[in-house]
């Protein structure tokens, strides 16, 4: 009769299934236990089911020791199959992508910055986009970027900020405006040798020949 007064009716939530199940079980019971009972009561397979009670999921272990719970009569829990995990080849090769991913200096760079490459990205937790931006800049270029702003408050007082302004616009032009190759051929015909012109350039006298030509 003892045995009979230690047991409670609950109710079993299949997700997906209208119905409820009710199950008679001890009002206390391991948690591990509880999901055998419930997974051969609803079909369910037992290493992937999990269980939730007044919205908080059940767990087998906790800090080590074997968790326990305690239940009333007309208590409801809430049985959920958790996904499959992916193959382990899929599991890889997203790892090989995120490894991909991840900003990763040359094996020939020098040992200062694969230490500051390590304080940045696994300390101070600098996104890799922001750390492929400032490695892609030499070193010279950031020390004249350093000297700009120096300079900046100095030519701010001395009011010749404008100026400073065009003079490094002026500067930056003429600078990236790079070199040709020998026998290399510009854009612009009046730079070549004899005016000679890009192949498929569009100008007033093409269009003149291929409108006598018929082809408009």
């Not at 040992?111 to 010279?140: G, H, T």
Request: proline share 6%; charged share 25%; net charge neutral.
């Amino acid at each position: 009769m003892e045995e009979e007064t230690n047991k409670v009716t609950i109710n079993i939530k299949k997700m997906g299934s209208a119905r409820p199940r009710q199950l008679q079980i001890p009002s206390t019971i391991k948690v591990s236990d509880l999901r055998r009972l419930v997974g051969s009561e609803v079909n369910l397979p037992v290493e992937r089911l999990k269980l939730f009670l007044h919205g908080a999921v059940l767990q087998d272990i906790k800090s080590g020791c074997e968790m326990h719970v305690n239940l009333n009569e007309g208590d409801s829990l809430l049985a959920v199959v958790a996904p499959k995990p992916p193959a382990k080849h899929i599991q890889d090769r997203e790892a090989d992508d995120e490894d991909d991913l991840r900003f990763k200096l040359p094996e020939t760079a020098p040992q200062w910055e694969k230490n500051l490459v390590f304080l940045l990205q696994n300390k101070l937790r600098v996104p890799d986009v922001l750390l492929m931006a400032i490695f892609s800049v030499s070193l010279k270029t950031w020390a004249l970027i350093f000297l700009w702003f120096i300079m900046a408050p100095v030519a701010y007082r001395w009011d010749l900020g404008p100026i400073y302004i065009l003079t490094t616009a002026f500067s930056l032009i003429f600078f990236n405006l790079g070199q040709r190759r020998q026998g290399d051929a510009s854009a612009y015909s009046i730079f070549n040798d004899g005016y000679r012109e890009l192949p498929g350039t569009l100008n007033a006298e093409r269009l003149d020949r291929d409108i006598r030509a018929g082809q408009f």
